[in-house]
């Protein structure tokens, strides 16, 4: 499974929606995630890749739209 679908499907639980918006779609200004859901998000992200994310990093627009998270992700790993 490649980065951006394990990305998706986690985006998928932790909105609890089956849609998904275009990967440079806002995750926040579309409604899909809101600012509560960030810890849920970040949390799944960590345990799916193995990487520990710091809380420096916790904004909200690093993790925007599935193609910033893939981004961000790559340059961790």
Same mark, same amino acid.
């Given at each position: 499974? #490649?980065? &951006?679908?394990? %990305? @998706?499907? %986690?985006?998928?639980?932790? =909105?609890?929606?089956?849609?998904?918006?275009?990967?440079? #779609? @806002?995750? /926040?200004? @579309? =409604?899909?995630? +809101?600012? /509560?859901?960030?810890? +849920?998000?970040?949390?799944?992200?960590?345990?799916?890749? =193995? %990487?520990? %994310?710091? +809380? @420096?990093?916790?904004?909200?627009?690093? /993790?925007?739209?599935?193609?910033?998270?893939? &981004?961000?992700?790559?340059?961790?790993?």
């Amino acid at each position: 499974m #490649e980065n &951006s679908e394990r %990305i @998706s499907a %986690i985006v998928r639980k932790v =909105g609890n929606n089956t849609a998904l918006p275009a990967p440079d #779609e @806002s995750l /926040f200004d @579309s =409604g899909y995630l +809101d600012s /509560f859901a960030l810890p +849920d998000l970040v949390s799944e992200l960590e345990r799916e890749f =193995g %990487i520990k %994310i710091p +809380d @420096s990093d916790l904004n909200p627009r690093k /993790f925007e739209s599935i193609a910033r998270i893939q &981004s961000y992700l790559e340059s961790r790993m």
